[in-house]
């Protein structure tokens, strides 16, 4: 069935790029998001990239994606210490998002 | 403001008791959602609707009840017969646009623990 995949944790140095990969499986979908969410809170949409590009660069946020290894990463330059929280990357399909299980990023000084 | 607003934050219930969660949008959207989110876990479909007075069953609708009277509204009833209700449930809305999934703007969430 669809399907994503992220590894559930990452640990940074403040001042560093981190980088979050995710692996999906259904390649009808269009859409591809990243989401942020802090502790206790609800899902804050963070980026989003559609299917036919291969990057989309926004302020300190770089998505690639590889259609064909269907292979998405967020980077975060300059990572910061308001930046610690789970990062879902998301699949949009027909009539539902697909939900990897989160990546906890820590930032450490 | 423009958001998604749900209600209460923390809720707590004792076994055997019907328990509704309030979700309230003021984005004009058609389609909302309801999600529940288990620690580790990413998040699990349990009802959308798309239009008002008609809704779907997600992948974990046993003991779960929902109604869409009105476009801004969906509650969401946990009720007796869902086995293990502990867990942190989210309230989303969207546009409908085609076959393809529209971005989804999410709430602050409702903590539910049963006691």
């Known amino acids: 069935g669809e399907d994503v995949e992220q590894s559930l944790f990452l640990s940074v140095r403040e001042g560093d790029s981190s980088v979050i990969n995710c692996t999906y499986t259904?390649?009808?979908?269009?859409?591809l998001y990243w989401y942020k969410q802090e502790p206790g809170a609800g899902l804050q949409l963070l980026t989003y990239?559609?299917?036919?590009?291969d990057m989309k660069q926004d302020q300190r946020l770089t998505v690639l994606l590889n259609k064909k290894d269907k292979h998405l990463s967020l980077r975060i330059a300059d990572t910061q210490t308001g930046d610690s929280a789970i990062y879902f990357c998301?699949?949009?399909?027909?009539?539902?998002?697909?939900f990897g299980a989160g990546t906890r990023l820590a930032v450490h000084p | 403001d423009g958001g998604i607003t749900q209600s209460p934050k923390y809720l707590f219930r004792k076994e055997g008791q019907n328990v509704t969660l309030s979700c309230e949008q003021n984005?004009?959207?058609?389609?909302m959602y309801w999600y529940r989110q288990d620690p580790g876990q990413g998040l699990r479909l349990i009802y959308y609707?798309?239009?008002?007075?008609?809704?779907q069953k997600g992948d974990i609708a046993e003991g779960y009840s929902v109604s869409r009277e009105k476009k801004e509204s969906f509650p969401l009833t946990v009720t007796s017969a869902q086995k293990n209700p502990t867990a942190f449930y989210l309230c989303?809305?969207?546009?409908?646009?085609?076959?393809?999934?529209?971005?989804?703007?999410f709430g602050p969430g409702t903590r539910l623990t049963v006691l």
């Open positions: 609707s798309q239009i008002v007075n008609d809704f």
């Open positions: 984005l004009n959207h058609d389609a």
């Open positions: 259904d390649s009808s979908s269009t859409y």
């Open positions: 989303a809305s969207s546009t409908i646009s085609g076959a393809t999934t529209d971005t989804q703007y």
């Open positions: 998301v699949a949009g399909g027909y009539n539902k998002l697909i």
């Open positions: 990239i559609f299917s036919n590009m």
